[in-house]
């Protein structure tokens, strides 16, 4: 199949050198366009953006469980600080009638 550039010139509309001229002002007018919008940066571009969104989503919940179990540890370290201090210094009731001699 015959493109209309051949068909033109086989019917004599347009010569040779006007077929030249137009087939590099395509040419020019292609690289143009591909150098001002390159194909599929939008979509890379916006596909990285949420890329990007979801590993900072992801570090925020990954920073907030974070927080939450170091707050449980501390309370469980309080606690058991507690325990052992009034283990340590627990009275015994036994002792408790008797004074002590100076």
Same mark, same amino acid.
């Given at each position: 199949?015959?493109?209309?550039?051949?068909?033109?010139?086989?019917?004599?509309?347009?010569? $040779? %050198?006007? @077929? !030249? &001229?137009? /087939?590099? *002002?395509? $040419? %020019?007018? @292609? !690289? &143009?366009? /591909?150098? *001002?919008?390159? %194909?599929?940066?939008?979509?890379?571009?916006?596909?990285?953006?949420?890329?990007?969104?979801?590993?900072?989503?992801?570090?925020?919940?990954?920073?907030?469980?974070?927080?939450?179990?170091?707050?449980?540890?501390?309370?469980?370290?309080?606690?058991?600080?507690?325990?052992?201090?009034?283990?340590?210094?627990?009275?015994?009731?036994?002792?408790?009638?008797?004074?002590?001699?100076?």
């Amino acid at each position: 199949m015959a493109s209309l550039q051949d068909q033109l010139l086989k019917a004599g509309m347009v010569d $040779k %050198k006007k @077929a !030249k &001229q137009i /087939a590099q *002002q395509k $040419k %020019k007018q @292609a !690289k &143009q366009q /591909a150098k *001002q919008q390159p %194909k599929g940066s939008q979509v890379i571009n916006e596909t990285r953006e949420q890329a990007q969104k979801l590993i900072e989503n992801k570090k925020a919940q990954g920073q907030a469980s974070n927080l939450v179990r170091q707050k449980e540890n501390d309370m469980k370290a309080i606690n058991a600080q507690i325990k052992q201090l009034i283990t340590l210094n627990k009275i015994s009731r036994k002792r408790r009638n008797t004074f002590p001699v100076y």
